[in-house]
């Protein structure tokens, strides 16, 4: 089972940048796809970024241009990078890995931007 342990976030002010990490326990190279969520006070759970094995990548509307999604296979790594950041993207923010039909989740990481 693979187990997702992830670091990063924390506080940032608006129109700062912060890098989440996602480390897995195992190999994920034949993942099908990985991505960030994201769930803010009082609001459902949202996809945040997604990439796939294929290389689609997908990211929300208010994300796009201010994030990043990647994958370092060799590090066994996800990771998102966040530019520009809003009160809006003020959330806890989760890495999950789908592979061979399961998907794992993160901890979760709480990201606060805030003056």
């Known amino acids: 089972q693979v187990q997702l342990v992830q670091s990063g976030g924390g506080l940032a002010q608006p129109g700062g940048s912060l890098n989440l990490t996602c480390v897995a326990s195992?190999?994920?190279?034949?993942?099908?796809?990985v991505a960030w969520y994201r769930q803010a006070p009082g609001k459902r759970l949202e996809t945040n970024a997604r990439?796939?094995?294929?290389?689609?990548?997908y990211y929300i509307d208010s994300v796009k241009g201010r994030c990043t999604i990647a994958v370092d296979n060799g590090k066994n790594t996800v990771y998102l990078q966040m530019t520009k950041l809003k009160f809006e993207d003020t959330a806890v923010y989760h890495c999950?890995?789908?592979?061979?039909?399961?998907?794992?989740w993160g901890q979760g990481t709480q990201v606060t931007v805030s003056p």
């Open positions: 195992e190999n994920i190279n034949d993942y099908f796809t």
């Open positions: 990439l796939g094995q294929d290389g689609a990548v």
């Open positions: 999950t890995v789908v592979r061979q039909g399961r998907a794992y």
